[in-house]
Structure formats: structure tokens, C-alpha cells
């Protein structure tokens, strides 16, 4: 596969630069340029790539999409595909751009450096890093890489999260924050962490976490020993999908009463001194800025009174919840935000000013651990599509005996035009329905049956390209069109490879990788190979209004390739992924720069063009998925080998076992 250039990679509305064929006047080629990129440019609002995918999606001169990462090359996703596949490695898969990661990391960190110096701030910015958000070592290693230059920290909250932050090199001025429950066990690492030389805070949950944190101070004489803080429950809330998150009802966090208990008990400890941080946190994906101004206030309010109690106290911990811009409206909905980083830092800047000034408190140093907006879109998901389901097959020729509502629908076909399209639609739905009930009474025959559905199809694809061009089309027959017919099966599981669209209904945008010169000829509903009812993509992103369908083209032949991507599921998929059905982890493939080394225990390293370089960790096989699920492998190979003792098979013993280093999923 050949890389694609800066010169090969255009924007939708730019003009596509094209080679003049011999034989072709120049005018016809220009005209032919202005047509593809007009053609692209419609397709990209189509999907609303425009919006979402704009600071770093791009179309090549063929139409396919190109991801054009900051300081990487730009990768034609069609043409990466396709090679792929010609290596054996087929799909799913997903392809991950670290300098993304870097990329969000300083943007997070000038937003706050440039409000800082617009207001005089007295205090500095931390970003930590959440561990939940997203494992992988691809990732950690991105993040812990450029931590130094951005000055990050991590966040842990578990004792395996812990035992990874602390197999991190310590970096002075990086924090080590611990979140959630701890027990003893918990508290030790902390303190062994310390002791490492991280620069650790447990952050407090409960009242009997400060105490267990003062009998582990007590048990061994520790050489260096973790600072503490504290989880506020704040009365303000987030808003969109986490909202509960915040408020008084929320699961974490310290009331007021608390704080002060917590506070009193630190200081007949000898210990207060320690108390250096104050965290709260009002939800993941928080759509509207207005809600995070209220709930800054308040913590910083709280802030400002403690650290009269609490001299040492120095650290404002805003948690996460930068909400990330899935659909490309830039407004409250659920899938986006209306705000940017920049917005999100001045806010937060200015607030903590205000609410430390009317007190005369010390302005704080402001700690931030938003995951989802640093890591959500360096990652694409991409599986090829199969076979259109629902699909028109051709209609029997008019019978003697043939029933009078089919008849109807028949010439209903043939007479639809614009002038009767309401009038026509609205009988043709009777006539369907009529002669379904007729048929579940034992009226109606399963040839007219099918006659009736094969009519009624045809009947609404006429319908909807009549009224396509209409200015203000019939409201009911746009409903009604508005509901996908057909549905396209994917090669990969939902619940593995986006499991938040069907958990909580996260929409993710998403778009073919190719053929964004044609226009899309079926609305589909995306549904996967799991045996399962909710393995089906229902709703789309669109800076518009979410799509309840998505356009996309039906295959030329059936080996053709058709490549679909959903993109930003960089954050939380990866952790979250389940294996229903035994649809294990997919491949991953990481854009490398060409000096970097391979980090992931098994991969590869994949040149695949000039200065093109991919480091590929092939997924789970059936052996490794039902060996995770307890099975002994190497028993169920001496029972299938008994087996082919007494009987002979067609494809052999060697064909089955070889199954078993198979990826799970479709494969022709």
C-alpha cells in the first residue's frame, strides 16, 4: 500500500486534483474534478464528517478516507484495508494514531496555560491521566511517554491500576492520585508507592478510609509516606448520560459534616499537614458548560473554607468529565458539547478566581482527569460488510387466480407520481397490512403473501425517490421512509468492539471508507454476527440530528470489499468490551513513527510504504478465547483426536484443529 501524501489528501469542498487522460480537453477533466469534489463534499456532510471528523478526517482522490494524525503521515483507511487483507489479517480490527493522544493532551494543557495568563492566575495546571478510561499498553505508553513535556500524572482506582501506575518511571512535578475504595491492602501500595519515589494523594472516599489510612501510617516505619485529599459531594450536577453521577444522590464523596470529621480526625492525628487536595467529580460526558461553571464554584468555595483548617491544602482536583463532540454539533445533546477546551479552561480559571478571592484564600493548583476527551478519538473501528439483508427480490408475473390487494398494489406501482405520492403511499400501506391479516387468517396465500412485500418495497423506493426532491416533502411519508428497511451484517460483535452502543446507547460516528464519490443507494441498520437481538446499531451521529439509519452503498459483486469505520471509540471500548459469543479481542493496528520500537508482546512490525509503519498485535484466537473461559485446550484436542479415531471426517483432523488458532470471527 502506498502512502498518501499531502497532496493526494484533500479536504471535501476542496477542488481534487486529477491527471488529464489523453484524449480529454482540460475543461471536461476540470469539470470532472469540480463534480468528484462536489460529490465528496456532499457525502461528507452526508455523514457529517464535515463536523466531526474535520480536524483530522480527509477524502483522497478516489473517495476514500484518509486520517491525517498531527505529526504522522496521512493514512488512506480503504487502502490500509485492503492490504490487510491481502496479508491475511482481516477484520475487525482497530486502528489506533497515538499522536492524537498527544495531540489532546497539549491542547488540554495550552487551554489552561493560555487562561492562566489571561487572568493573572496565581496557581498552575496538572492533567492526570484515568487509567479506567482506557488500559491498553498502547495507550498508557502514549500517555506515560508525554508526560514529561505536558506534565501529566495517573490516576488509579484499583490495585491493579495501582501496580501499573507504580511500574512507571517517578517524575517530579507528576502526581499519583488514588481513587475509589481502598482497604488496607490498598493503602499499602499507596504507601510502597510513595516510598518508589511517586509523588502519591489517596484520595479519601468514606470516613472509615482515614482511618484506615492513620493505622497503616502507624504499622511500619515508612520512609516516605502518601499525602491525602479528599472527595467532595457536591449538591451541583453534571448533565447529559452521567448526570447522577454528581449531586447529593451520587455514589462517591464526602458531605459537608464529613469533610469537617474527616479534617478534625487528621488533626488529632498529627497529621493534617498531609492533607494537601480537595477532588469532586460531577460526571463523565458533561454536555453544558453552564453546569460545570455552577459545580466549580462550589468546589472551589469549599476549597477556599478548608484550607483555613487545612494549611497545606494546595490542590483543586476538577475530576473528569470534559465531554467529547461524538456527533459535531457543538451543542447539549447527550452525543456532544457545547464547549470547547479552551472554553472549559477559561471557565474553570475564572471561577476558582472569583471563589478564592471573596475569601482571601490561595489560589490552587488545578488538577483535571478527563480521559474520554484525550484518548476517545485516536482509535477507529473498522469491519467490512457482508450482505444486505431485506434485499428486493424479483416479483412473480401477475397470476389468473391472483388476490385483488396484490392486484391493487401492482397497479399502485404503476400509476405512483409526484401529483398522487400521498394519496397512493398511504392505500399501498393498507393494502400491505390487509393482506397480512388476511394471510394470518388463512385468506391468503404465502405466494401472494410475498408478492405483497416484494410490491410494497418496490412501491416505498419509489416513494422515496419522488420525494427526495421535494422542498417540503408529506410529513408522514418522511416519518415513515425514516425507519431503515434493510440491514447490513458487519464482521464484528457490538459488545465487543463498541460495547456502549448497546449498554447506554452511546452513539459513535460512523462512515463507510470508501465510494464517498457515489451517492448511497440503501438506509441501513447495522447488525452484527452475534446471536443476540441487541447486536444491531440503531442510532447514528450526525451534527444534525443522531440518524436512525445509515446511508451506504450496496457491493458492485459480491467479493467486493466495503469497508465500515466507526470512529472515537478510543475511550472506555477497549476496557469495557465483553466476549458474547466467545468474540474475543480484535487486532490491533498502531501507527508507529519508523525508529520506534514494537511494545506489545507478540506483535509485529509491518512496513507497509514509505515512512508508513504499523506495529500489529494480532487478536484472540478460539483457543485463547476458551482457554480465558476455564477449558482445558490441550483435553478438548485429545477428545476431537479420540474422535477422529473411530470416524472418518471430510476435511481431517489437522483442518479442525487447526480451527482452534483461527480468529473467531467471519472469515470469507
Not at 44 to 70: D, M, T
Not at 291 to 298: G, H, P, Q, Y
Not at 476 to 499: C, M, R, T, W
Not at 562 to 572: D, E, P, V
Request: proline share 5%; net charge negative; hydrophobic share 40%.
Amino acid at each position: 500500500m502506498s502512502q498518501t501524501t499531502e497532496a493526494e489528501v484533500v479536504k471535501p469542498a476542496a477542488p481534487v486534483a486529477v491527471e488529464v487522460p489523453v484524449g480529454i480537453e482540460p475543461d471536461a477533466s476540470k469539470r470532472s474534478a469540480q463534480a468528484q469534489a462536489l460529490a465528496v463534499e456532499t457525502s461528507f456532510k452526508r455523514y457529517g464528517i464535515n463536523r466531526w471528523g474535520s480536524a483530522f478526517i480527509r477524502a483522497s482522490n478516489e473517495g476514500h478516507l484518509v486520517f491525517a494524525a498531527p505529526n504522522s503521515p496521512a493514512v488512506d483507511l480503504f487502502a490500509l484495508s485492503q492490504e490487510l487483507a491481502r496479508r491475511g489479517i482481516r477484520t475487525p480490527y482497530v486502528v489506533r494514531f497515538p499522536t492524537m493522544i498527544e495531540n489532546q493532551m497539549g491542547t488540554l494543557k495550552d487551554g489552561f496555560a493560555k487562561a492562566i495568563a489571561d487572568n493573572s492566575y496565581e496557581g498552575k495546571h496538572i492533567g492526570v491521566y484515568p487509567l479506567k478510561v482506557n488500559q491498553r499498553r498502547s495507550v498508557v505508553d502514549t500517555v506515560v511517554k508525554a508526560r514529561e513535556k505536558f506534565n501529566y500524572g495517573l490516576e488509579a482506582g484499583s490495585k491493579p491500576e495501582l501496580l501499573l501506575a507504580m511500574a512507571q518511571p517517578p517524575l517530579k512535578g507528576s502526581l499519583l492520585v488514588c481513587n475509589g475504595y481502598k482497604d488496607r491492602e490498598f493503602m499499602r501500595m499507596a504507601f510502597h508507592a510513595a516510598e518508589l519515589g511517586h509523588h502519591v494523594i489517596i484520595v479519601l472516599e468514606s470516613t472509615r478510609e482515614v482511618r484506615r489510612y492513620l493505622d497503616v501510617d502507624q504499622e511500619q516505619d515508612w520512609t516516605a509516606k502518601p499525602e491525602v485529599g479528599m472527595r467532595a459531594k457536591l449538591y451541583s450536577r453534571g448533565s447529559g448520560r452521567w448526570q447522577s453521577s454528581g449531586g447529593e444522590s451520587s455514589k462517591f464523596g464526602l458531605t459537608t459534616n464529613e469533610l469537617l470529621a474527616v479534617v478534625r480526625e487528621l488533626t488529632n492525628a498529627g497529621a493534617v499537614e498531609r492533607l494537601s487536595l480537595l477532588h469532586f467529580h460531577i460526571g463523565s460526558q458533561i454536555t453544558q458548560i453552564k453546569r460545570i461553571k455552577t459545580a466549580v464554584r462550589e468546589g472551589a468555595r469549599i476549597y477556599a473554607e478548608l484550607q483555613q483548617l487545612a494549611p497545606q491544602l494546595r490542590y483543586l482536583d476538577l475530576g473528569g468529565g470534559i465531554g467529547v463532540d461524538y456527533d459535531g454539533s457543538r451543542t447539549s445533546y447527550p452525543s456532544s458539547a457545547n464547549y470547547s477546551l479552551e472554553e472549559y479552561a477559561s471557565q474553570v480559571v475564572f471561577e476558582v478566581i472569583e471563589a478564592c478571592r471573596e475569601v482571601g484564600a490561595r489560589q490552587p493548583t488545578l488538577l483535571t482527569e478527563s480521559g474520554r476527551v484525550v484518548v476517545a478519538n485516536h482509535a477507529v473501528t473498522i469491519a467490512d460488510l457482508r450482505e444486505v439483508q431485506g434485499e428486493l427480490l424479483p416479483v412473480p408475473e401477475p397470476s389468473e387466480d391472483e388476490h385483488r390487494l396484490v392486484h391493487e398494489l401492482r397497479s399502485t406501482l404503476e400509476s405512483l407520481n409526484i401529483k398522487n405520492v400521498e394519496e397512493y403511499f398511504h392505500d399501498a400501506i393498507d393494502y400491505r397490512d390487509e393482506c397480512l391479516q388476511l394471510f394470518s387468517r388463512g385468506y391468503l396465500s404465502l405466494q401472494d403473501r410475498a408478492s405483497a412485500e416484494g410490491l410494497f418495497g418496490r412501491i416505498r423506493n419509489k416513494v422515496e425517490k419522488i420525494v427526495e426532491p421535494m422542498p417540503h416533502p408529506p410529513e408522514e411519508i418522511v416519518d415513515f421512509l425514516g425507519k431503515a428497511h434493510q440491514k447490513y451484517l458487519v464482521n464484528f460483535s457490538i459488545f465487543q468492539s463498541i460495547p456502549d452502543a448497546w449498554s447506554i446507547d452511546q452513539v459513535f460516528p460512523a462512515a463507510p471508507l470508501s465510494r464517498h464519490g457515489e451517492k448511497p443507494t440503501i438506509n441501513a441498520q447495522i447488525v452484527d454476527i452475534t446471536c443476540d437481538s441487541d447486536g444491531c446499531v440503531e442510532t447514528f451521529a450526525h451534527p444534525d440530528e443522531n440518524m436512525p439509519y445509515l446511508p451506504l452503498h450496496e457491493r458492485r459483486t459480491p467479493d467486493e470489499k466495503y469497508y465500515l469505520g466507526f470512529f472515537m471509540t478510543g475511550a472506555y471500548q477497549d476496557s469495557l468490551a465483553n466476549v458474547h459469543n466467545l468474540f474475543a479481542r480484535c487486532h490491533e493496528v498502531i501507527l508507529r513513527n519508523p525508529d520506534d520500537d514494537m511494545v506489545l508482546p507478540g506483535s509485529e512490525r509491518v512496513e507497509l510504504g514509505e515512512n508508513l509503519t504499523f506495529e500489529i498485535k494480532m487478536g484472540a484466537t478460539c483457543e485463547d478465547v476458551l482457554s480465558a473461559m476455564d477449558f482445558d485446550v490441550e483435553r478438548m484436542i485429545r477428545w476431537l483426536r479420540d474422535r477422529h479415531l473411530a470416524v472418518e471426517t471430510t476435511l481431517g483432523e489437522s483442518w479442525l484443529l487447526g480451527v482452534l488458532q483461527s480468529y473467531p470471527y467471519l472469515s470469507r
